[in-house]
Nanobody, 118 residues
Framework: QVQLVESGGGLVQSGGSLRLSCAAS????????MGWYRQAPGKQRALVAT???????RYADSVKGRFTISRDNAKNTIDLQMNRLKPEDTAVYYC????????????WGQGTQVTVSS
């Protein structure tokens, strides 16, 4: 069982930066994929970035070059550095950890609100 708690959301002006952190309790083995997703009002939840244990990353086109996903093994956190934020980045951001092979092992955090003002 994995529990995830996000932090770091808030209100920021366009062009600013925020760093989201997801604290994971429980062991995340090497066969898990870690990621961040977001859901804007009236829209479906969408992928922002993922990171495998092998260090492979994947980003949504809309955030490439601005966002960076990383893992701090010592703190057992999954972080998302967000730079040059835009109003369209406004959403609830969710941390996700899922098993690469077992669809039943898929964990979500409670979400953290990010609001970017123009």
């Amino acid at each position: 069982q994995v529990q995830l708690v996000e932090s770091g959301g808030g209100l920021v002006q366009s062009g600013g930066s925020l760093r989201l952190s997801c604290a994971a309790s429980g062991s995340i083995s090497s066969i898990y994929i870690m990621g961040w997703y977001r859901q804007a009002p009236g829209k479906q939840r969408a992928l922002v970035a993922t990171l495998t244990s092998g260090g492979n990353t994947r980003y949504a086109d809309s955030v490439k070059g601005r966002f960076t996903i990383s893992r701090d093994n010592a703190k057992n956190t999954i972080d998302l550095q967000m730079n040059r934020l835009k109003p369209e980045d406004t959403a609830v951001y969710y941390c996700n950890v899922k098993h690469a092979l077992r669809v039943d092992l898929n964990y979500w955090g409670q979400g953290t609100q990010v609001t970017v003002s123009s």
